[in-house]
Structure formats: structure tokens, C-alpha cells
């Protein structure tokens, strides 16, 4: 991370461009619910109308994934402290990528881990298939404990790049002092992993990019260090229903 003196968000301006994130991600799939909704009163062709129920059935299996996704990568998901079964986060990943063009291989041990370590896992995800804008592949690889893991994800496709600005609004420290909804993200990315002592790396190498997150110094032992919370063994109450994962 940059040595640069990071921006300072308020916190009604962070969680007001959280909102606008989360909400261009569902608008799209609750417009294409209405459409179809729309098409079921006026028309009585039956191969419109079943055409109309599958873009619905669709849609709200979009919709509900996105949302689902982002209760664990930008909301609370549990109390202050807080844990986070690797498991959820392996399952709203795949159902929020289920119907784009851009699949998920997945290694993590079966395990809780830290909330913040998973949420920045999660949006790590987002950002890693941001550097494939054409799709691909993104292998996610989880190794070592919740309270000094290694997190390596390789987003693999055509006309892969580090996405652009991204590692200086990791930083913190975005261009021209500002970050607006489209940068929120990687910004937001970077308040989680310093908030779990988390240091986050990219490198390109043909078409194949890498992000790799390891704890800062701080966090492996060095004099001084905080001891783990024992409030990173609480349950997890994360768990999205299977309903709405279906």
C-alpha cells in the first residue's frame, strides 16, 4: 500500500456511494422483473408469455444473488467482530457470477474466518473480474488460518489488465483526491483491508492477472502486535437461505 496520505471519506458520503453501487447492480434485473411483468398483463401470445416467465425466473434469481452477495461484502453481516463461514462466501460468489459469462474456481478451507478477511475476499472477487472485462476465468485460493491467511485470486481471459486506477484507490489515495461510484469499490476495498491488516498486490502477466492479499507485518507477530479478538470465534449468522440461492 502507498505511503501517500490516504483520503478521508465522511461517512454519509461512503455509505451513500455504497448504496449507489449496490443498487446499479440490482436495478438492471428488477427493470428486466417489471418488463416481464409487463408483458404477462398485455400480451396473450403463450410463447411471449413463457418468454416473459423465464426472463422473470431469471431476473429474480439475478437479483436476489446480487443482493445476497453484497449483505456479506458491503453490509454488517453479523455483529461487531464477527465471523464468517469461507463456505458462505464461496456460495453467494458463485450465485452471483451463476449466469455471467465469467465462471469461479474456488479452493478455501472449510472454516471461519475473521468478517473483514471476507469481505475483503468477496470484493477482491468484484474487482478480479473487472480485470477481465470479456470474461473468463477467476481461480480463488484461500490457504493458511483466519488470522494470518493468504488470499490469491487470478482472473484469467481474453484482454486482461490490472483495472485501471485501481491499486492507488486500494491505497487510498485515488486521483485527484476524490473517488466517486464507479471507484467505490476498490475504495472501500482497501478501507476493509486495512481494517484487516491486510496488504493487497497485483501483477499482470499476459493474459492472466493476479491479486494477492497477505497480512502487513503488524499482523504476522512483530513486537507489539494485537492479539487475535476472541470475538473472531463468534458464530456466524451470515449464512444466506437457500431459497434465495435456489
Same mark, same amino acid.
Given at each position: 500500500m502507498s505511503g501517500t496520505t490516504s483520503l478521508t471519506l465522511d461517512a454519509l458520503d461512503l455509505s451513500a456511494l455504497l448504496c449507489s453501487r449496490v443498487c446499479h447492480d440490482v436495478?438492471?434485473?428488477?427493470?428486466?422483473?417489471?418488463?416481464?411483468?409487463?408483458?404477462?398483463?398485455?400480451?396473450?401470445?403463450?410463447?411471449?408469455?413463457?418468454?416473459?416467465?423465464?426472463?422473470?425466473?431469471?431476473?429474480?434469481?439475478?437479483?436476489?444473488a446480487r443482493v445476497q452477495f453484497a449483505r456479506i461484502a458491503f453490509g454488517a453481516a453479523?455483529?461487531?467482530?464477527?465471523? +464468517?463461514?469461507?463456505?458462505? $462466501?464461496?456460495? =453467494?460468489? @458463485? #450465485?452471483?457470477?451463476a449466469d455471467e459469462?465469467?465462471? %469461479?474456481?474456488?479452493?478455501a478451507p472449510q472454516a471461519l474466518f475473521p468478517k473483514n478477511k471476507v469481505k475483503l475476499l468477496l470484493n477482491l472477487v468484484v474487482i478480479a473480474s473487472s480485470a477481465i472485462p470479456r470474461g473468463g476465468v477467476i481461480d480463488v485460493a484461500v490457504t493458511g488460518g483466519g488470522d494470518a491467511p493468504r488470499l490469491v485470486l487470478r482472473a484469467k481471459g481474453s484482454h486482461a489488465r490490472i483495472p485501471p486506477h485501481v491499486e492507488a484507490l486500494i491505497a487510498g489515495t485515488p486521483e485527484g483526491g476524490s473517488v466517486?461510484?464507479?471507484? +467505490?469499490?476498490?475504495?472501500? $476495498?482497501?478501507? =476493509?483491508? @486495512? #481494517?484487516?491488516?491486510?496488504?493487497?498486490?497485483?501483477? %499482470?502477466?499476459?493474459?492472466?492477472?493476479?491479486?494477492?492479499?497477505?497480512?502487513?507485518?503488524?499482523?504476522?507477530?512483530?513486537?507489539?502486535?494485537p492479539a487475535p479478538s476472541?470475538?473472531?470465534e463468534r458464530p456466524s449468522d451470515s449464512a444466506p437461505p437457500d431459497t434465495q440461492l435456489a
Open positions: 436495478i438492471s434485473p428488477i427493470g428486466a422483473i417489471v418488463n416481464g411483468l409487463e408483458v404477462l398483463e398485455d400480451d396473450d401470445d403463450p410463447s411471449m408469455r413463457e418468454f416473459a416467465l423465464e426472463l422473470i425466473r431469471k431476473s429474480a434469481r439475478t437479483a436476489s453479523g455483529s461487531a467482530g464477527a465471523s +464468517i463461514d469461507l463456505a458462505d $462466501a464461496e456460495k =453467494v460468489s @458463485r #450465485a452471483m457470477f459469462k465469467t465462471q %469461479i474456481t474456488w479452493s466517486d461510484a464507479h471507484g +467505490i469499490l476498490p475504495f472501500y $476495498a482497501g478501507l =476493509v483491508a @486495512r #481494517a484487516a491488516a491486510m496488504d493487497v498486490r497485483f501483477a %499482470i502477466e499476459g493474459d492472466e492477472v493476479t491479486v494477492t492479499a497477505t497480512p502487513t507485518e503488524a499482523a504476522v507477530g512483530l513486537p507489539g502486535a476472541v470475538e473472531d
